[in-house]
């Protein structure tokens, strides 16, 4: 079911989603070669939990930890470990925080150092897609013309979009209807209605957009052809003529 937020709840979501936006702010100098995911996961928990707040992913059907760290070819819900960041990564830090019972999901790619020059595209081009995507939002248009939007500025630049994978509503749970893909065709799925929040999340590949589970520990998702992969993501509230990002400055 898809809900309507109310002015009180969009105010807890909008608190949820700051805490989110200062987590990443918080970790971004530590992304740096010789740190490990497991470390990036007990900084942001730790940073989470001083705010007032509880880590979303934490236990959600069974995950682990506090944040989702996937590093290069990993698309999503990498598991933090020994991994140790190393110059030329490309790592992906998908943050969700609970604020009294309302929560906050927003996932950025980072490089380590420098990266090759595709990857610099990689990382451009996603983050882009992105904001193509929030910009098809207003009240009166429908799911599948955000879809479209990120669909098409992907395609221009010859990047993977992973279809298994989608954005999806946001509020008392970390994951509501409805979904949000990132393909689509204009003028289809849901209406979008002022007081909606969703996250918008493309999952760009350099290269094939099929994808695997890791077998070992279930939850990793990796590019078939082991090609790198990039994961922006913001919470945004529709409003009539646009929306407003949540998980922003």
Same mark, same amino acid.
């Given at each position: 079911?898809?809900? +309507? ?10 608190? #949820?989603?700051?805490i ?14 010789? %740190? ?19 880590p ?7 995950? $682990?930890?506090?944040?989702? %760290? ?7 819900? &990498? +598991? $933090?470990?020994?991994?140790? =960041?190393?110059? /030329?990564?490309? @790592? ?5 925080a609970?604020?009294?019972g ?10 380590? /150092?420098?990266? *090759? *020059?595709?990857?610099? #595209? ?24 955000? /879809?479209? #939007? ?12 992973v279809?298994?994978? @989608?954005?999806? &509503? ?10 949000? $893909?990132?393909?689509?065709?204009? /003028? ?6 002022? &007081? ?5 999340? $493309?999952?760009?590949? =350099? ?13 990793? +998702? ?6 790198? *992969? ?20």
């Open positions: 079911m898809i809900t +309507i937020k109310s002015d009180r709840e969009i105010e807890l979501l909008r608190k #949820a989603g700051h989110v936006y200062e987590t990443h702010q918080y970790l971004k100098p530590y992304i740096k070669a010789g %740190i490990t995911t497991k470390e990036l996961d007990a900084l942001g928990e730790a940073f989470i939990r001083k705010q007032g707040a509880l979303s992913f934490k236990g959600y059907e069974g995950f $682990p930890n506090a944040l989702c %760290i996937s590093v290069n070819e990993e698309v999503v819900h &990498g +598991i $933090p470990g020994d991994y140790v =960041l190393k110059e /030329g990564d490309i @790592v992906s830090i998908d943050i969700g609970c604020y009294h309302y929560h906050g999901d927003s996932a950025w790619s980072y490089a380590v /150092g420098e990266v *090759s *020059s595709d990857v610099q #595209a990689l990382l451009k081009n996603t983050e882009q897609a992105l904001y193509e995507g929030l910009k098809a939002i207003h009240e009166g248009v429908h799911i599948g013309d955000i /879809g479209e #939007a990120v669909e098409s500025y992907a395609t221009q630049h010859h990047l993977g979009v279809k298994e994978l @989608v954005g999806h &509503g946001v509020g008392t749970n970390v994951h509501e209807d409805p979904d949000v $893909p990132n393909y689509g065709t204009r /003028g289809t799925g849901p209406k979008l209605k002022k &007081g909606m929040v969703l996250a918008v999340e $493309p999952m760009l590949t =350099l290269g094939s957009p099929e994808i695997f589970i890791d077998s070992e520990n279930g939850w990793t +998702i990796i590019t078939d052809d082991n090609q790198a *992969s990039a994961h922006f993501e913001h919470t945004v509230v529709v409003t009539e003529d646009g929306c407003e990002i949540l998980t922003g400055e």
